[in-house]
């Protein structure tokens, strides 16, 4: 009896683990950089080799309102989450 419910305190912890480290990795990043593309078709920019889109949720800050104001050589400070495998960005800050 008491092996089993060791057993089953292991595998609990291993479930909750596992489960808080995937939460953790749905948590926004920051990316920070120069906009060397814009794909007006796809609504995304590339900044340091990392493609980002933009979405219909997508907060602009600093003079920017609407992707269309992202300009390749802008520098900017984006957060960006997972999204059906893809980086969209939640906010895009235009940095000076």
Sequence with gaps: MKQNARSTMRTLFFAVSALVSSVALAHSDDVEGVVDRIDNKARSFVIKGQTIYVDADTK???GLTRFEDIKIG??????????NGRKVAHEIDRED
């Design 60 to 62: 602009y800050d600093d």
């Design 74 to 83: 802008d520098r900017l400070e984006v957060d960006v989450h997972e999204k």
